[in-house]
């Protein structure tokens, strides 16, 4: 059973500072979502990565696609408070039968 | 525009006791999700549908059941209720999976507790 691993658990940083957090699994994926989840809501999409290699940004986020595609980073540039909250990502675990499972997810704090 | 709706927002049962989780979507996805998550966690798979008549077992199917007789309800059902089913449940749709596709729409979540 393949797992998806990710890391840090836990983050809580200054504003202003930079962090990375993980996502990493011993199987290839196919493609790889990140979600961003506040508290009291839904999870949110951020990005979807599918080319290994793949290197995509998202204003302070930048988001990359190891090139055997087994892992994937999350890089934030001068944190702020808003960045707080619930980082997860998400990928097809069953192939044509969509079976779309998440990792443990990093909880980023980002104190002012 | 709707998108994902789920009833109730909030419930309190008492162990033993049955209940639906209603979930309804208009985007005409043909797959639905069911997840729970517990305080800080991640999400865990409990059910899933790729289209009306076919669901599948999750991570955690263990006390649940589900029905997809539309293409847009996909409810969930918890027979004899236990503590252990304390928790947040959302409901998710997507379309087919793609470069710039499939992303995950949810609802806003049910809190259930169970006494």
């Known amino acids: 059973t393949q797992l998806l691993e990710q890391s840090p658990q836990f983050l809580s940083i200054q504003e202003g500072e930079n962090l990375t957090v993980y996502c990493n699994s011993s199987s290839v994926f196919s493609s790889l979502q990140w979600y961003r989840q506040e508290p009291g809501e839904g999870p949110v999409l951020l990005v979807t990565?599918?080319?290994?290699?793949e290197v995509k940004k998202l204003k302070r986020l930048t988001f990359q696609f190891g090139d055997a595609r087994k892992d994937s980073s999350l890089h934030i540039t001068a944190a702020q408070p808003g960045d707080t909250g619930l980082y997860l990502c998400?990928?097809?675990?069953?192939?044509?039968?969509?079976?779309?499972?998440f990792g443990k997810g990093t909880l980023l704090t980002v104190n002012p | 525009n709707a998108g994902v709706t789920q009833t109730p927002k909030f419930r309190i049962l008492k162990i033993g006791q049955s209940m639906t989780l209603q979930c309804t979507q208009d985007?005409?996805?043909?797959?639905m999700y069911w997840y729970r998550q517990d305080p800080g966690m991640g999400l865990k798979l409990i059910y899933y549908s790729v289209g009306a008549g076919i669901t599948d077992k999750g991570e955690v199917p263990n006390g649940y059941n589900v029905s997809r007789s539309t293409t847009e309800d996909f409810p969930l059902r918890l027979e004899l209720a236990a503590p252990s089913q304390t928790s947040v449940y959302f409901c998710?749709?997507?379309?087919?999976?793609?470069?710039?596709?499939?992303?995950?729409?949810f609802g806003e979540g049910s809190r259930l507790t169970v006494l």
């Open positions: 998710a749709s997507s379309a087919p999976r793609g470069p710039n596709t499939g992303e995950l729409f």
């Open positions: 985007m005409n996805h043909n797959y």
């Open positions: 990565v599918v080319t290994g290699g």
């Open positions: 998400e990928w097809n675990s069953g192939g044509s039968n969509y079976k779309l499972t």
